[in-house]
């Protein structure tokens, strides 16, 4: 199906690698103008050469005041997917307040500040839009070390809900995707020894972890019309784990 998302205008955070820079090539190839945001010039620019006119823009979304001055003349947005996030992982009775601050402030303030500026855009424009946040799977089941990025996640889930609840009535759709591991180099890296992934393969009824593109189509449908109907909820793109 054609996600018919040509002439659109969408903003990706997080664009430099993985899943970001996935949706951004997708969108790019879709016929939309996209705005690629990354903490990481290098990143930018090389995506900036793979994609031709997408607009580059470069920022912390850890730092409230740089991100606000950043997008404050972002223009008009249609379509935002909130994928940028950190994960520091520590065991529950070693974590850091320096690791709880970064997480959230990056996983769940920086959706809310970055879904304020473009739906307040949308709203003052009386257009319709569409908001995708990158949950994970580990929103609802608990994995070692992850204490601090599951609860940064489950809290997400819960954004979106309320998100979609109250911007509905503004014709702004939210939904989040919540994949399993996902084969990007930083994903590789950390699940290749196959004596750490069996276990969780293992609750995996198709097999295999999710490849970038499995989670770029589910993004694409929900920013689509195709799934004009579809709002507060949270897609599973984890091979059935959930459902184990």
């Given at each position: 199906?054609?996600?018919g998302?040509a002439?659109?205008?969408a ?5 430099g ?6 949706t ?5 190839a ?22 031709p ?12 005041e ?6 404050s ?8 997917v ?39 855009g ?7 839009g569409?908001i995708?946040?990158?949950s994970s ?17 489950g809290?997400l889930?819960?954004?979106?809900k ?11 759709r939210?939904?989040a ?10 994903g590789?890296?950390?699940w ?9 393969l ?14 770029v ?5 929900l ?13 599973p ?8």
């Open positions: 199906m054609e996600p998302l002439g659109r205008r903003l990706v955070t997080g664009a690698k993985g899943i970001g820079r996935g951004v090539q997708a969108l790019h879709a016929g939309a103008q996209v705005v690629a945001v990354s903490r990481s010039r290098a990143d930018l620019d090389s995506l900036a050469r793979e994609c006119g997408i607009e580059p823009l470069c920022v912390d979304l850890g730092d409230w740089a991100t606000e001055q950043a997008l003349g972002v223009g008009p947005v249609d379509l935002l909130n994928n940028a996030a950190v994960a520091l992982l520590q065991p529950f009775l070693e974590v850091t307040k320096e690791a709880f601050d970064i997480s959230f402030d990056v996983n769940l303030r920086a959706v809310i500040q970055v879904s304020q500026i473009v739906a307040r949308l709203i003052a424009r009386g257009a319709h569409a995708v946040n990158v799977q580990a929103s609802q089941r608990a994995i070692d070390r992850h204490s601090v990025y599951c609860s940064t996640k809290a889930d819960m954004l979106t309320v998100m979609a609840l109250e911007l509905g009535p503004h014709k702004i939210v939904n995707v919540n994949p399993t591991v996902v084969m990007t180099p930083m590789k890296a950390n290749s020894d196959p004596q750490k992934a069996k276990p969780m293992d609750r995996i009824p198709l097999g295999r972890f999710a490849e970038v593109e499995d989670v189509d589910s993004i694409l449908f920013l689509s019309d195709r799934s004009g109907m579809t709002t507060g909820t949270t897609l793109v984890d091979g059935g784990f959930l459902a184990t």
